[in-house]
């Protein structure tokens, strides 16, 4: 159990850290590979066991070329999907903002979706 703790820790800290992140995912391959291989020899060892632990092997098996895709991911490619999220991260905060700032002001638009489709727009 404090091997499984201390790969939680390590994949958290690596979420957040650059420097160790390609290391958490391979771990993170590794580990639900191992899984999945115990499982299967308990498969055959001891027979087919309970649902519940079925759908557990089909999860592991699942997360082996999901977790494996990212760290395959070139470089650029990675810092390119994170600065698209970034950027309609703050694209949301902006209509948000621009909702709420001009809600209620007379004018020609008064629609705060129109409001905001005009900021946005003046802001890109």
């Keep these: 159990m404090g091997l499984y703790l201390a790969f939680a820790v390590f994949w958290l800290y690596s979420a957040f850290s650059n420097r160790h992140r390609s290391t958490a995912v391979l771990t993170c391959v590794v580990f639900a590979g191992g899984l999945v291989i ?28 999901i977790a494996y895709w990212p760290f395959k991911l070139p470089e650029d490619l990675a810092v390119t999907i994170q600065n698209i999220a970034r ?26 979706a129109q409001i905001t489709e005009v900021v946005v727009a003046t802001a890109l």
Excluded: H, V
């Design 87 to 112: 950027q309609t991260r703050e694209n949301a905060e902006l209509k948000c903002l621009a909702q709420e700032t001009f809600k209620g002001i007379p004018g020609r638009i008064s629609d705060p």
């Design 38 to 65: 115990g499982r299967c020899i308990g498969y055959f060892a001891d027979g087919q066991p309970k649902p519940l632990l079925m759908l557990y092997i089909f999860l592991e098996l699942s997360l082996i070329p």
